[in-house]
């Protein structure tokens, strides 16, 4: 019997919803109904608390290839995790970029500044800059909300975006003559390419 019908089968004989068994296992009624329709599998530290609850052992609740498979999934989870807090940890980051002085100060000037001090550049430019920059931070808190939810698909999406948001962020940078932001982009445009390489293999 594979693990979703024992699952199912301990559940009803004990007369049990799946929002009764998520509260007594302290998980959500969605990952109950993932693993009963086979849909997942539970992390390794939630296969040994369904079988303590159910008073079994881990091999009665699920076979050996079932672990393995379970594990798998497990390790790919916080790998996918790791990639998203660094994802998000990076453009999050880049508040610092409101206040470093590595803005040249207009396109003839040798002299850099913080965004905010910044005087012989066009308002629409510097209104660029400010939008660019905090629609990178918000990108990053988006993603830092989205963890919390069971939505694999949405930090997915959310990780596409950052990078597409960086790529044209280090264009223009570049093409308003600023080299130490555009640099800096590109730099974060790198490892967020690695970050998503790292997360499809």
Request: charged fraction near 20%; hydrophobic fraction near 50%.
């Amino acid at each position: 019997m594979e693990f979703k019908d024992k699952l199912l089968s301990l559940r009803k004989e004990k007369g049990l919803t799946q929002e009764q068994l998520a509260e007594a296992l302290f998980v959500s009624r969605t990952a109950i109904s993932k693993w009963e329709s086979g849909r997942g599998y539970p992390s390794l530290a939630s296969l040994q608390e369904i079988a303590k609850y159910f008073s079994i052992t881990i091999d009665e609740l699920i076979n050996q290839e079932e672990i393995i498979k379970a594990a798998e999934i497990e390790k790919q989870q916080n790998s996918d995790k790791f990639v998203n807090i660094v994802a998000n940890l990076v453009d999050l980051l880049l508040i610092s970029l409101l206040f470093l002085p590595i803005f040249r100060n207009g396109n003839n000037s040798t002299i850099n500044a913080s965004l905010f001090r910044l005087g012989d550049v066009e308002l629409w430019i510097k209104i660029s800059f400010i939008s660019i920059i905090s629609l990178s931070i918000l990108n990053g808190l988006c993603g830092f909300i989205i963890s919390f939810f069971d939505k694999p698909v949405w930090n997915k999406h959310r990780l596409y975006t950052g990078l597409a948001l960086s790529s044209i962020s280090v264009i223009f940078f570049i093409a308003t003559r600023q080299p130490y932001v555009g640099a800096i982009y590109f730099v974060l445009l790198l490892i967020k390419g690695v970050l998503l390489f790292l997360k499809r293999k």
